[in-house]
């Protein structure tokens, strides 16, 4: 089964680009992605970082909104330590009374102490329930609520209060299918799955996979823009968070041994490609995490790199796809973290 496709969107910035190019970019891809067949466009929320620009996704939410017609837009996530949840309720509502049916809210629990983020959560989702007395206004479709995660905690948060869970596969993959587990075991995580998936097992619609690709006509061209995003992580890592390096500033850079070991560790998490290589590797991962959509997050320094990428997943997307008998699996296909210096790094 081809695992349907969204967006992460964190606007990344590259070497010799703004922050204000990297908002336009956001922009001008999301109105590509619906015409390319993405059902979902997330927007990231970062702080004072020179390596992406998305700051405020409420306000890129709502121009998002503005120039699509069909595509699901969210957040992901809104930090929801940073602000009191009558007005993240407030802001969402509006945009589902503007827009119904076409919102996500998703949270995350990072940007500051998290000890009453469950709280929070409770407090925002019954906010935005119409059926219930909380906002003013609630709007009459609510936005859809997803919890986002990269370990285990929200994992059951999610499940408990029948929200959608996001797992960052691109932050911690040896954890997805422990945490997508948890989940479903809780009362309210099942969901309805959406159809039999090939490997015989359910798929579930209220879980989604984000995952980091970088796709190009050929593995060499998508090998150099993954040395480039290996090196923006490996410095950011070591506490230097730079814009993404071009591909010839990664070529030739002098590799200190520390950065190598990050690259090392994060390799294994980067799925890079031709546009086959990687639909491959996406359908495998989610027939073995059960999910049926992939939530495609792609840096690179220049916004064209990214359009191609994005532009080339969607057509191999839309080509028959074969058995998954024939699509080579995550061990084979897969560099382990020990390999991946000798894949990424010059001599």
Known sequence: MTPQLSVLD???????????????SSVDLAQAAEEWGFVRYWVAEHHGSPGFA??????????LLTRTTRLTVGTGGVLL?????????EVFGVLASLYPGRVDLGLGRA??????????VRVLRRMLRADEPGLAGAPAVPPRMWLLGGGLTSARLAGE??????????????????????????PGGAGKPVEQGESGGDVDSRSVLAVRVVAAPTEAEAEALAQ?????????????????????????????????ERAAVRGGSLIWGSPEQVHGRLVRIAAEHGVGEIMVNT???????????????????AAPT?????VPSEASSEAPPEAAASTYLPP
């Not at 590259?14 to 204000?20: L, P, Q, V, Y």
């Not at 940007?111 to 929070?120: F, H, I, K, L, V």
């Not at 950011?236 to 071009?246: A, E, I, M, S, V």
Request: glycine share 6%; net charge neutral.
């Open 111 to 120: 940007g500051g102490p998290a000890e009453d983020y469950p709280d929070r």
């Open 228 to 260: 480039s995003v290996l090196l923006w992580r490996s410095r950011k890592d070591l506490g230097r968070d730079l814009p993404l390096p071009t591909p010839d500033t990664a070529r030739n850079h002098r590799w200190t041994t520390l950065e190598a």
């Open 10 to 24: 964190q606007s990344p910035v590259g070497e010799g680009f703004t922050h204000a190019d990297a908002l336009r």
């Open 322 to 326: 074969p058995p998954l008998s024939e």
């Open 299 to 317: 840096l690179t320094c220049d916004p064209a790199d990214r359009f191609r990428s994005y532009r080339l997943l969607a057509e191999q997307t």
């Open 81 to 89: 330590p940073l602000y009191p949840p009558a007005k993240v309720a």
């Open 54 to 63: 998305s700051t405020a996704p409420e306000i890129m939410a709502a121009v």
């Open 161 to 186: 209060l029948r929200t959608g869970f996001a797992f960052a596969h691109f932050l911690n993959p040896g954890a997805a299918a422990t945490a997508l587990s948890i989940f479903r075991r809780e």
